[in-house]
């Protein structure tokens, strides 16, 4: 049976550092360029925490694969789920493991590793409060090179944790005022002003914009959760109405954690997000502010 969950939504560098060398913790680096694939190993390659394997944003936990009829589904699908249970076996997982995942970008990577984790049913998996930053800030070590290939592990796929909707659900939806749906991307791709990142512009209509960056302090650690109660409490009534996109599926985690993070857990993550949703024209599409 898996262990009683230690930590669930965030984890400080300090609390990481005295459990570093415990074998019951993985730490999975999730570093990633959105315009460089390689970046995320390379950067890991110069200097991880010790310990720390690497999780291809990707590869890892993506399929890009079309769909079997030929659709496109955007671009960081989710792979199936028995392949990506068999990634985590291969880090080492079993069921009672309490995984730490890290970026250095403010968990915007981290959080999709979080909320996969909590799809297989794994409740044990927390994001390192202000990432990599905040592990150097603290004084702790990195080390460099490769790392150590890991026991196997035993995890099981259990009943999910999460809540996912289709393109199809949202059309479904329109008109009914049930659902809201809140994009976490900058304001510049949410209104259709940023071609590099989204070739085709703008956002689901009535989309409301939530940054995830809006979640962080300047030191770059999530906001108190009082604080970030108020700012979802103001955009949707019920946690169940909402809805998180973002381009293709991977910052909105950064919503869901945040709203976890707030004691406001229930919200629907919408995989394909803006890359599939635009890839479809015959879908409806919206630009300018929300």
Known sequence: MPA???FTTLVSATELAAHRDDLRWVILDCRHDLLDPGAGRAAFTEGHIPGARFAAIDTALSDKSPAPDGRFRGRHPLPPRAAFIETLRDWGIDDRTQVVAYDAHGGMFAARLWWMLRWVGHLSVA????GLPAWRASGLPLTTGAE?????GTIEDR???????????????FGLGKRTVIDARAPDRFRGENETMDPVGGHIPGAKNRFF???????GRFRPAVELHAAFAALVDEPAAAIMQCGSGVTA??????MEVAGLPGAALYPG?????????????ATGPA
């Open 4 to 6: 009683s969950p230690a």
């Open 127 to 130: 994001v390192l409060d202000g």
């Open 148 to 152: 150590a290939p890991p026991v196997r």
């Open 159 to 173: 009943p999910t944790l999460t809540i996912t909707v289709q393109a199809q659900d949202i059309v479904a939806g």
């Open 213 to 219: 960056k809006d979640n962080l302090q300047a030191d």
């Open 253 to 258: 985690c950064h919503n869901l954690l945040a």
């Open 273 to 285: 997000s803006w890359s599939e949703w635009c890839a479809d024209e015959a879908r409806p599409m």
